[in-house]
């Protein structure tokens, strides 16, 4: 299945379908460091402020003035190569 993005009612946050099932939530916020590679590399994104990954989704979260059309891009090629 092929990862897709949703907008949630935050204009500071996108959700991510990515069609695979987590075991446990995590959740990381920026300055911390994540035991899950996938939650670092999301993270390390600029502008990225938080990730949480639950069921079949991703939701990363955002400043109020980082631009979507600067990270989702990039987030998408990293959620398609994880969930490939």
């Known amino acids: ?8 009612p935050n204009p500071n946050a996108l959700k991510f379908t990515v069609g695979a099932h987590f075991e446990e939530p995590i959740t990381v ?3 911390q460091e994540p035991e899950n590679p996938l939650a670092a590399e999301l993270l390390r994104l600029p502008g990225v402020t938080s990730v949480f990954m ?3 989704f991703v939701t990363i979260s955002k400043t109020s003035d980082a631009a979507w059309d600067k990270i989702e891009p990039r987030a998408h090629k990293i959620l398609e ?3 490939r």
């Open 81 to 83: 190569a994880a969930f």
């Open 54 to 56: 639950t069921a079949d």
């Open 29 to 31: 916020a920026a300055g």
């Open 1 to 8: 299945m092929p990862v897709t993005t949703h907008a949630t």
